[in-house]
């Protein structure tokens, strides 16, 4: 692990090179080009404050800012997972032409969707600061929680990008898994309304305490749950090494299966 790691480092205008890509490829042809990297989450945010403002309507004050602080994290979590299922594929002229450490792929995924969020975070400050409402010192916790995040989706990336390399279906077959998983995750709701008895299911999900956690360093103003972080770290950790090793064992055939 040491090694690769200091391998990454060693590829760090790479990947780089690769995020850039990345960011300039979303908007490649269109008009407003960069842009909108902000205009999306004003988008987003404009719709769905109108339908659950007036139709769709939740007795939360500030309903629309709690929800988009949710949404935020997870619209650029599930696009980065998608993506990155075919990244592999995507890059096999690469991948065949030179030598370099194959995880450079999925991270540059993972950055250029850390790169996406952050941007969006513009917007939601502006919305939260228009609504009424204030940024607390308990803000300070983000950069934790941005490292968990962040710690999750490469894990899956390494995951899902090495494996769709074997079994092509998988590509599609995660376009349900991610739809299904957004709820069961606390993004358009709050965790206090799930039922006592399905509790369990939902904690098992990696993505609830960073949701909540975000939740409560942005809209409740107060502490996350520490113990809840810490077993979210240990848990992406593990999952980490884990896609790592199963990452470097598919990745000696990659040349070949792509």
């Known amino acids: 692990m040491k090694k690769i790691l200091l391998e990454l480092i060693n590829y ?7 995020v850039l890509s990345d960011l300039r490829t979303r908007y490649k042809g269109s008009v ?4 909108w990297t902000f205009l999306n989450p004003l988008l ?12 769709m309507r939740f007795d939360m004050p500030n309903y629309t800012i709690y929800m988009f602080i949710g949404l935020l994290p997870w619209m650029n979590f599930s696009s980065s997972i998608l993506s990155s299922s075919s990244v592999i594929i995507r890059n096999s002229n690469l991948i065949k032409k030179i030598y370099f450490p194959h995880e450079v792929l999925p991270l540059s995924t993972v950055l250029g969707g850390i790169v996406n969020y952050l941007f969006g975070l513009i917007i939601m400050f502006i919305a939260i600061f228009i609504s009424g409402m204030t940024i607390s010192i308990h803000v300070l916790y ?8 962040f710690l999750l989706m490469f894990a899956l990336t390494l995951l899902f990008s090495s494996l769709n390399v074997y079994f092509r279906d998988l590509e599609h077959i ?8 957004f709820y069961f995750t606390p993004v358009i709701y709050p965790s206090n309304v799930i039922p006592e008895k399905y509790q369990y299911l939902f904690n098992i999900n990696p993505m609830k305490p960073i949701i909540d956690s975000l939740q409560d360093i942005f809209y409740y103003h107060r502490t996350p749950e520490l113990s809840g ?3 979210s770290f240990i848990y992406n950790v593990i999952l980490l090494i884990v896609s790592w090793i199963v990452f470097r064992k598919l990745s000696r055939r990659f040349a070949e299966e792509v």
């Open 174 to 181: 995660l376009g349900a898994i991610v739809m299904a998983w």
């Open 32 to 35: 407003l080009g960069f842009l």
């Open 142 to 149: 983000f950069p934790v929680i941005l490292f968990l995040l």
């Open 229 to 231: 972080l810490l077993q």
């Open 12 to 18: 760090k205008q790479m990947i780089k090179s690769l």
């Open 44 to 55: 987003m945010l404009l719709v769905y404050t109108i339908v659950f403002s007036t139709i």
